[in-house]
């Protein structure tokens, strides 16, 4: 008897866990669905403003591209474009669900192989991405310093969440009209659109695709609205 009791208890506190364990993983799976929901917004937001990014570099290499001697007026004019094409871009990412399945081992509760087999295809796509970012943004940053030396150190520059300051590249300013300079600042605009056509949009594609396809799987599999 006392066997059959003890062996009881196992089996209700077996039972129990289960439950435990099944509730957590619904209101896992909610909160990835909302987090993957997020994050296609802000990935189509990052390639909205890539775009508008890639038009400025590729109008600026052609400017430059179509002058057989460059002026002071041509290379504001490249100035400009340059300067409104190599914002730092950065897709942040709702980690708020993801933090905790990879940091209290919460992944082995996501029982649904085809689930938790694209969730960690996601994760690592994230992990690219961000890499390619942060290389690019020492490309940026390089390009920045040297467009300094030809445009100098505009008044404002760090104020950019309050007032455009591309409109105060002109002529009149130029500090350095050397075409090596020029060519060496057009030669870094160009490498930043080939990682922005190469890298940033295959990857944020693959992740805006990623996190429509485990919204759509998801909902498949554990059957949500």
Request: charged fraction near 25%; glycine fraction near 6%; charge should be positive.
């Amino acid at each position: 008897m006392l066997f059959l009791a003890v062996f009881c208890g196992f089996l209700a506190e077996n039972q129990r866990e289960h439950f435990v364990e099944h509730k957590r993983e619904k209101e896992f799976i909610h909160s990835l669905v909302d987090d993957f929901g997020k994050d296609t917004s802000e990935i189509s937001h990052g390639l909205t403003i890539l775009n508008n990014d890639q038009n400025k570099i590729d109008s600026a290499i052609h400017q430059y591209s179509i002058k057989k001697k460059l002026n002071d007026f041509d290379i504001a004019q490249i100035g400009k474009m340059g300067f409104n094409g190599t914002w730092s871009l950065n897709v942040v990412f709702t980690e708020r669900t993801s933090s905790q399945l990879k940091n209290s081992g919460g992944m082995r509760l996501i029982r649904n192989k085809k689930v938790s087999d694209l969730i960690t295809d996601y994760w690592n796509a994230i992990d690219q991405y961000k890499f390619t970012h942060s290389r690019l943004e020492n490309y940026r940053i390089d390009t920045r310093k040297l467009g300094f030396k030809i445009f100098g150190d505009l008044p404002g520059i760090y104020l950019r969440q309050f007032v455009d300051t591309s409109f105060l590249i002109d002529s009149s300013g130029i500090l350095n009209n050397s075409p090596l300079l020029v060519g060496e600042y057009v030669n870094n605009l160009a490498l930043i659109g080939n990682v922005y056509h190469t890298q940033y949009y295959p990857q944020l594609n693959k992740l805006l695709n990623l996190a429509k396809g485990l919204i759509i799987l998801i909902k498949k599999e554990y059957q949500l609205k």
